[in-house]
């Protein structure tokens, strides 16, 4: 089974922890991963209108007046786009196709990202986070002292997610997103350059991926 070191406050390695081979020994699969991202990027999309065409506002389909006679344009319905309440000529057709995952492929993806994260070294486990007052600049020493820059995920359980001490230490420092287990996805892994566990997150986490695979 893999195993993570594990980390202190003060940026001192005080053990090792085995850690499921499902969530954090999986192989990479860059197809599902793949998939797991481009389902996420289509729900951040910003959905856009869809404008009716001719074919499809509800008016009559009865020719508007006869062809000749009356000195006028021909016309075969009330419905063309010139006339008021007719369709739309070159509207907006909203988003097609549609990119769900079911979960477990979701989940599966989701450690997948986070296995190959652990090969290379980019994933940092510590006992806990605790602030006592509200410090950013003490929240970047410990950033500095476990040797961790650049885009940081970083994953809390639920008691640490609601510390509002530690969010308010957390929340100016660059680069760094704060998830609370399991609300977080695939693209935020891949796009972290580092990932901050805590203990109490990664037990939340192996609950979480077990009862999945049962």
């Known amino acids: 089974m893999p195993q993570m070191a594990l980390y202190d406050m003060a940026g001192e390695k005080t053990g090792e922890i085995e850690v499921p081979q ?10 599902l991963v793949h ?18 065409t001719r074919s499809e506002v509800s008016l009559s389909g009865v020719k508007w007046y006869r062809q000749k006679g009356l000195g006028r344009a021909r016309h075969g319905a009330r419905s063309a786009p010139v006339f008021v309440g007719g369709g739309k000529a070159h509207g907006p057709v909203g988003i097609p196709g549609t990119h769900k995952m ?14 190959e994260r652990l090969r290379k070294g980019g994933v940092t486990l510590v006992e806990g986070l605790q602030m006592e007052t509200i410090s950013t600049k003490r929240f970047a ?22 510390d509002e001490v530690l969010y308010k ?3 100016n420092v660059p680069n760094l997103i704060a998830r609370e287990i399991p609300h977080f996805n695939t693209r935020e892994v891949l796009w972290a350059e580092e990932v901050l566990l805590t203990k109490g997150a990664l037990e939340q986490l192996m609950e979480a991926g077990t009862a999945d695979a049962d």
């Open 22 to 31: 499902e969530l954090f020994g999986l192989p990479m699969n860059q197809a």
């Open 35 to 52: 998939q797991a991202v481009v389902a996420v990027d289509h729900q951040r999309k910003r959905r856009c209108g869809k404008a009716k």
């Open 102 to 115: 079911p979960k477990r492929m979701r989940r599966k993806a989701l450690f997948t990202a986070l296995s």
């Open 141 to 162: 020493k410990f950033l500095d002292d476990l040797r961790l820059g650049g885009r940081i995920l970083m994953l809390l359980s639920s008691d640490e997610a609601g």
């Open 169 to 171: 230490s957390a929340r």
